[in-house]
């Protein structure tokens, strides 16, 4: 049995990941290890909470002694860390919550694991989850490669590309054997309502105003949830330590149409007339330092780890919406309360 933490599994992204390893591993005794903010949810993954290899651990990963105490006790030879503060607009309106999570918190990790292990290092593995944001903007041609400078603009790129500088500085420094990958934007079941594409789901089913910032010709890569799963499942396994891995979607859209497209598909779903979703479209003022558009080579992953994303973005838009227009009450639960608070705040008086 090997003891793997998944740091952020209650999450988006994580609980993918936390399935997919609980599942397909038997012999792995997966901790997920979350502090249940308001974008972690123990609904995103309740189908293997009860499987014998699973558990779940409610804690902050910037606790440092609890963070210790738990390295000490289980032994952690692989890490898989994904728990973060994600969101843009978030960072926008409060960059500290931002630095202490995502550069705090990991580099709390990257020591408890220093220590568990004082350079024992075969077989162990810290695998960080990291974004494409770090590289900042693209122009209108060109892709992210694993070599392009990091050029952070937002406060959550600029806490993503610190982290994953501390990650890299641990590997110089003390030997410890990381590897990191860079995303694109993710889409699919159980993306919390705030990205683009659950909040113009949602707002379609409830005829609500759909705010695109400025022109709506910012362009992002979509990746479908499970694909990138599957690629953290072949890095994790296979990839080679000290290196990045850029993953990506070959799937640029821009914003404009992208919404323009859910309205036709919703519109389909829901027995509207062709039309009626795309007048809720509603440009708002933009977001600051809003990068213009991302893309990302990946051909280094489906060189040398055979990755390659297997969803068409038809195929999982289609499945995202049935997602979402079938489980309402999740919908429901999620978007009560504090997110209401933040919704009024984020697009007031648009
Ligand atoms: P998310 O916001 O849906 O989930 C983050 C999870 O981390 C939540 O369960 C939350 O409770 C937990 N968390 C937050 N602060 C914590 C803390 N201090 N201690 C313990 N747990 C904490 O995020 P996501 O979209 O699933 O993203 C997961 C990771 O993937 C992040 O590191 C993000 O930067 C990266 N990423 C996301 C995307 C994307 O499109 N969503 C793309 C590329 C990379
Ligand atoms: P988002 O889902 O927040 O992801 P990211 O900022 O990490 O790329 O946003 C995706 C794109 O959609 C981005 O260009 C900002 C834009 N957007 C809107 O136009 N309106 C919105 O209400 C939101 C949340 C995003």
Redesign the pocket.
């Known amino acids: 049995m090997r003891n793997i933490l998944i740091?952020?599994?209650?999450?988006?992204?994580?609980?993918h990941v936390v399935r997919l390893m609980v599942q397909k591993y038997p012999d792995y005794r997966i901790y997920n290890?979350?502090?249940?903010?308001?974008?972690?949810?123990l609904e995103?993954i309740a189908d293997v909470s009860a499987l014998p290899n699973y558990r779940f651990l409610h804690?902050?990963?910037?606790?440092v002694e609890y963070v210790n105490r738990i390295f000490n006790e289980y032994s952690f030879e692989g890490v898989i860390?994904?728990?973060?503060?994600?969101?843009v607009d978030r960072s926008i309106s409060d960059p500290l919550a931002f630095a202490?999570?995502?550069i705090l918190?990991t580099i709390n990790l990257l020591d408890a694991f220093k220590s568990l292990w004082k350079g024992q290092w075969e077989n162990k593995l810290f695998y960080h989850?990291?974004?494409?944001?770090v590289y900042g903007s693209l122009g209108e041609s060109g892709l992210f490669t694993e070599d392009t400078p990091y050029d952070p603009n937002s406060p959550?790129s600029a806490s993503?590309a610190s982290s994953d500088h501390f990650v890299r500085a641990y590997g110089e420094t003390y030997g410890l054997p990381y590897i990191i990958s860079?995303?694109?934007?993710?889409?699919g079941p159980?993306?919390?309502p705030e990205?683009l594409i659950p909040l113009c789901i949602h707002n379609i089913e409830q005829n609500e105003p759909l705010p695109i910032y400025g022109d709506g010709q910012y362009t992002r890569d979509w990746?479908f949830?499970i694909d990138?799963a599957m690629a953290i499942d072949q890095i994790f396994h296979k990839g080679e330590v000290g290196e990045t891995y850029n993953?990506g979607g070959h799937n640029e859209w821009q914003n404009i149409d992208l919404v323009r497209l859910m309205c036709e598909m919703m519109d389909r779903k829901l027995g509207r007339k062709q039309g009626h979703s795309a007048a809720l479209i509603h440009f708002v003022t933009d977001r600051p330092g809003h990068d213009k558009r991302y893309a990302i080579d990946a051909t280094k992953i489906d060189k040398t780890l055979g990755w390659k994303p297997i969803l068409t973005f038809e195929k999982g838009l289609d499945q995202t919406i049935d997602w979402y227009l079938n489980h309402k009450e999740w919908l429901t639960n999620v978007t009560s309360g504090a997110y209401r608070q933040y919704y009024n705040k984020q697009y007031q008086a648009q």
Request: glycine share 14%.
């Open positions: 740091t952020g599994g209650a999450g988006f992204i994580g609980g290890l979350d502090k249940l903010t308001y974008a972690g949810n995103n804690g902050d990963i910037c606790d860390h994904l728990a973060a503060e994600s969101h202490k999570t995502n918190g989850i990291s974004t494409d944001e959550y993503k860079n995303c694109s934007n993710n889409y159980n993306q919390f990205k990746l949830v990138h993953v």
